[in-house]
């Protein structure tokens, strides 16, 4: 055992890479490519939705490189959270374009799917059981949120990854996953520490973000030996440091010394960080401390309605000085007109003035030009269009204190004023599960494709 | 008293999951990041964002990186109605009030 060798093309599949950077990595004779697909950033519309947060075409350009050098080097080319959020709509969309790629290059591959969905009765009893609790400042899980969610996923550790890989596939097309399982599955296979494949797994999943000048959409390699891994950019224009490697440790987490995952967390009380010449970083000391009991990570997301939104622009300094008591009054004919229909949401982001922080703002003392985004979600999206259009027809004639502008109170970009975007979900599961096996939820596919 | 954002290298605020919302300051040496990181305190960042002190629900210093990380409840999981900032990644700038 002297040394495994990793590289990561991109942050995200489908956000590209240097067709230079990837041949750097190429030539550095790498026993595994690995990529990460999803993120929860984007929001709970494309999980509840089943759609991909990145297009078909930049998934499918990444794809075209990294199956065609994985197939050609022998070696296995691993996929996590498929499609961006990692249920089977995802994880379906992302195999097609690996089949499509497939037959473009007249090639034939050992292709595994690892579906991650969660079924609602299954959740039902693990309720009942006690068996499900919240993660971090989340409400308790109910058995009414379990039916309503639209897609339910587990966030899968090693283990599924890892008899893929032992069942001998060579494309491996993983639903939800904790992101450095792609990386670190092998090479704990092969009987590397698994704290440090995880910590080296959990900054080659960022790929180049954890270099400096850092980017998405650039490679990342990385060296794991018995008591340490060295990462390297392979782009000339970049370098890892110690301070770059150490501050991608902070990133969208909450505490950079315990990073938890399923079976356990990773402790970097220890771990220290060390620049060595040629721009690579080596990191040491990193320990895994397993839980008791085995959790896995929840997400679902379900819908809650549909929006209609409107863009418009206000300059009349009188207007301005008197915006919220302006809306307020005209929500509230909104509620008169309609006394019917109390079922829906009306919002108005004020950009000038507080659109970007809402109630975080300290400041909200208005601009001389304000940007208004009016929005209403409601149960169909014929209400929606209604309540959208009713509040922005009366804002556009209504008569303040004051007013001498009386032709019109809103500047519109568009024709038609009005657009109606559609669905609109919510995360509502976002909790641990224990398991008895790490394995159990998660279906393992292989099929010669 | 001085201006955290005239020594800071780094401010910045991201989701760290749909339900909280982190801030990292980074410090160019482990000299600067001394002589700020006790200065920021749970009461501060309450006062900057008008939240209660319980909605901070961390404030960690990691030596390797000279930072020092604020973790606060977001005021809405992320998406929900009323949201303003799906990624959390404009939520930064009050922290260039803070002061040591």
């Known amino acids: 055992m002297s040394e495994l060798r990793i590289l990561s093309p991109t942050a995200i599949l489908g956000y590209g890479f240097p067709l230079a950077s990837f041949q750097a990595g190429l030539e550095r004779d790498p026993h595994v490519i690995a990529v990460d697909a999803g993120s929860t950033d984007p929001g709970p519309y494309y999980l509840g939705a089943g759609k991909s947060f990145t297009g078909r075409a930049p998934v499918k350009r990444d794809l075209q490189y990294l199956i065609a050098a994985a197939l050609e080097r022998g070696i296995p080319l691993i996929i996590g959270t498929a499609g961006g959020s990692g249920a089977k709509p995802h994880v379906d969309w992302n195999v097609e374009i690996v089949r499509e790629v497939l037959q473009e290059l007249n090639a034939t591959a050992k292709v595994a799917v690892i579906y991650s969905d969660v079924d609602r009765e299954l959740l039902r009893q693990e309720l009942s059981r006690g068996r499900i609790q919240p993660l971090g400042p989340v409400s308790h899980l109910t058995e009414e949120e379990i039916m309503a969610s639209s897609q339910i996923v587990a966030q899968m550790g090693l283990e599924p990854i890892m008899q893929a890989l032992e069942e001998g596939a060579q494309i491996i097309v993983a639903g939800r996953a904790y992101d450095p399982t792609v990386f670190a599955a092998l090479p704990v296979m092969q009987g590397y520490d698994l704290a440090l494949a995880l910590h080296m797994g959990k900054i080659l999943e960022c790929a180049a973000i954890a270099a400096t000048p850092g980017s998405g959409s650039d490679c990342l390699f990385g060296y794991l030996r018995s008591d340490s891994f060295v990462l390297e950019a392979l782009n000339p224009e970049r370098s890892c440091t110690k301070l770059s490697v150490a501050a991608h440790t902070l990133y969208e987490k909450s505490d950079p010394y315990s990073l938890p995952g399923p079976g356990g967390r990773l402790d970097l009380r220890q771990t220290t960080f060390e620049e060595l010449p040629g721009g690579k970083v080596k990191v040491s000391g990193t320990q895994f401390i397993p839980t008791e009991k085995y959790f896995l990570k929840l997400e679902g997301a379900r819908l809650v309605g549909y929006r209609t939104i409107s863009i418009a622009g206000v300059r009349d300094p009188i207007m301005i000085s008197q915006i919220d008591e302006i809306i307020s009054a005209v929500k509230a004919r909104v509620a008169d007109n309609f006394q019917d229909l109390r079922d829906y949401h009306l919002h108005v982001h004020c950009y000038g003035k507080n659109g970007v922080m809402g109630s975080l703002e300290p400041y909200g003392q208005p601009s001389h030009e304000l940007g208004l985004v009016i929005e209403a979600v409601a149960p169909t999206q014929d209400i929606a269009d209604t309540i959208c259009g009713f509040f922005r027809s009366t804002l556009l004639h209504y008569g303040y204190p004051g007013r001498k502008s009386t032709a019109g109170n809103l500047a519109f970009p568009y024709s038609p004023s009005d657009t109606s975007t559609g669905a609109v979900y919510k995360f509502n599961i976002y909790h641990l599960l224990e398991v008895d096996d790490p394995k159990s939820l998660f279906t393992i596919s292989i099929g010669e494709e | ?100």
């Open chain 2, 1 to 100: 008293m001085r201006y955290v954002k005239d020594v800071a290298s780094v401010i910045r605020s991201k989701n760290a999951g749909p339900y909280e919302l982190t801030f990292d300051l980074m410090f160019p040496d482990a000299e600067t990041y001394d002589q700020v990181r006790h200065a920021i305190t749970k009461e501060k960042i309450a006062s900057l964002y008008q939240i209660e002190e319980s909605q901070v629900l961390s404030i960690v210093h990691f030596a390797p990186a000279h930072a020092v990380k604020i973790t606060i409840e977001r005021p809405r999981a992320s998406g929900d109605l009323g949201e303003t900032d799906v990624y959390g990644a404009q939520q930064h700038a009050p922290l260039f009030d803070l002061t040591y």
